[in-house]
């Protein structure tokens, strides 16, 4: 048929009184197996048993192909199996409404259709449904017709390899790979009687990104989370008190627009040094420090009693008399976890002596999985590759910068963080200038929030992002399903598509990192 003659293309459920049409399509789709067709009653079993699952696509009103399907429970049958066997002798008895896994059990296209997409129309539905019922994905046994020409040369699984590398042509195999299929295991004696196949087949499956496996206790996850920015105004502060209320004040606002997260800036108490001006630079900054525990504990209760997440950015920390620049995860059920920056700038080791950490790992929340880097952190790729590999969906950076240097190595390397890791990337800074504290005089930021450059995501990558230089909160939401679908559809794919034939990056064996 040409595409000129087409006025109407439809897809619907299959009913009882297509059948005379039904069994036409399949005599003519396997002609050379003319006898091969289902039986109206074995139609009207599936139709009894799972009518969603059963679906013909019309064409001007003439039925022009077929998808049947079943649901199965995958472990009886994600081994080795027959046809037979997974049908339930043709009976279908082995449909389970509460299986796992859409197994396929027909498609065709009536021959004078064929080259309209129509199969890929078919396959798309079975993937919806997929999606609406939960299920694991799709599997089932694809034919590989042209084997027949190769089996005295080369094994089934050598010619699903050059089937793979276009070497070989195969129709039914190179159209299921370009469906996103992918091969599980060879089947042997799958279907009796299929000589071009020599009664192999290819176990293939499609994985559901959004398959959620049922849980057992309530499950709080969201789709769509809500970031809150605090671009931090450096100004004199009296006590600790004055600094606690002005973050409280932050912090309810971005609460008030029902943010998941509020992120402050690296090193926001450093207004606190100015009580410590007359000391040295490093004593001054260790006076600091003893304010980091009641900050963490205030921040905690703000983080329960807001209903927010707070990363607290980073302050400075004594442990064992060395100093490091540290941020706690206060999460809004109470739980407190810690994070450190590992690699210090030259200025920060030879003004104050900060010490780097070792710590690296990723948080569970209640609105995905976190990785946080502080500053100069986010310049080494290293690190948020192995956040990444750990399931990462979105990094924070709390920064701290003095010049529009130092801030665009910070928002570039963050930038490119989010392309390469297929992660959303908040960064947060602090503005002003304090001119009564050492080595903290002036401050220059723009706070961001990045994406992966694609097409469900903005041009740019630049999902939302501040005035510079100004004090103000930078509210803005991501889609954590749309990085599923990145991973997997993507225009490219930087994560699956890495040569770790020829490379890979691991944790050294004993490093406290993790």
């Known amino acids: 048929m040409e595409l000129s003659d087409i006025t109407q293309i439809e897809l619907q459920y299959l009913k009882p009184e297509d059948y005379g049409a039904l069994k036409e399509v399949m005599v003519s789709a396997y002609h050379t197996m003319p006898e091969l067709y289902w039986e109206q009653s074995q139609i009207a079993s599936l139709l009894e048993k799972f009518p969603e699952g059963q679906v013909v696509i019309k064409v001007n009103g003439k039925l022009a192909g077929c998808a049947l399907s079943i649901i199965v429970d995958y472990e009886r049958f994600e081994g080795a199996h027959t046809y037979e066997e997974v049908t339930g002798g043709y009976t279908f008895n082995t449909h389970d409404e509460e299986g796992d896994m859409l197994y396929g059990v027909d498609v065709f296209i009536k021959p004078e259709f064929r080259g309209l997409r129509l199969g890929r129309r078919l396959y798309d539905y079975r993937k919806e449904l997929c999606e609406k019922r939960n299920l694991r ?97 450096m100004r004199p502060y009296g006590d600790l008190g004055d600094l606690l209320e002005q973050s409280e004040y932050f912090i309810d606002a971005v609460s008030g627009y029902r943010s998941d997260f509020a992120l402050f800036p690296e090193f926001f ?104 880097l502080i500053c100069y952190d986010a310049e080494f790729p290293e690190l948020s590759r192995l956040l990444a590999d750990e399931g990462m969906e979105i990094l924070f950076v709390p920064f701290l910068t003095d010049t529009q240097n130092g801030y665009s190595r910070v928002r570039n390397c963050a930038r490119a ?49 501040a005035t510079p230089n100004t004090e103000m909160i930078l509210i803005a939401d991501v889609d954590l399903d749309l ?23 691991a944790r050294k064996p004993g490093a406290d990192i993790g």
């Open 417 to 465: 963080r989010a392309i390469e890791n297929e992660c959303y990337v908040a960064i947060a800074g602090s503005v002003g200038n304090l001119p009564k504290v050492h080595n903290m005089d002036i401050q220059f930021a723009q706070s961001v929030v990045f994406t992966p450059c694609d097409f469900a995501f903005p041009t740019g990558g630049v999902k939302a992002q």
């Open 269 to 372: 108490n450093a207004p606190l040094m100015a009580a410590y001006n007359h000391l040295s630079e490093p004593d001054a900054i260790r006076e600091l420090a003893q304010f980091t525990d009641s900050i963490v504990e205030k921040f905690s209760e703000f983080a329960i009693s807001y209903n927010i997440n707070i990363l607290t950015g980073s302050m400075p920390e004594l442990r064992d008399e060395a100093l490091y620049n540290v941020g706690y995860l206060c999460r809004r059920d109470g739980t407190v976890e810690r994070y450190e920056k590992l690699h210090v700038t030259p200025d920060e080791a030879r003004v104050w002596g900060l010490q780097g950490g070792s710590q690296l790992r990723t948080f569970d929340t209640d609105c995905g999985k976190i990785g946080v």
């Open 483 to 505: 990085l599923k679908e990145l991973n997997e559809f993507g225009s490219v794919r930087n994560l699956k598509d890495r040569r770790t034939d020829l490379f890979q990056l």
């Open 137 to 233: 994905g799709i599997a089932f046994g694809g034919r590989i017709p042209n084997y027949h020409k190769y089996s005295d040369k080369i094994s089934p699984k050598e010619y699903i390899e050059k089937v793979r590398l276009k070497e070989i042509e195969d129709p039914v195999l190179n159209f299921q790979i370009s469906n996103d299929f992918h091969p599980h295991r060879i089947l042997r004696n799958y279907m009796e009687g299929d000589a071009a196949s020599g009664e192999y087949a290819v176990l293939l499956e499609w994985d559901n990104i959004y398959y959620e496996k049922p849980a057992k206790r309530a499950k709080t996850s969201k789709k769509v989370v809500r970031l809150g920015l605090i671009q931090w105004q």
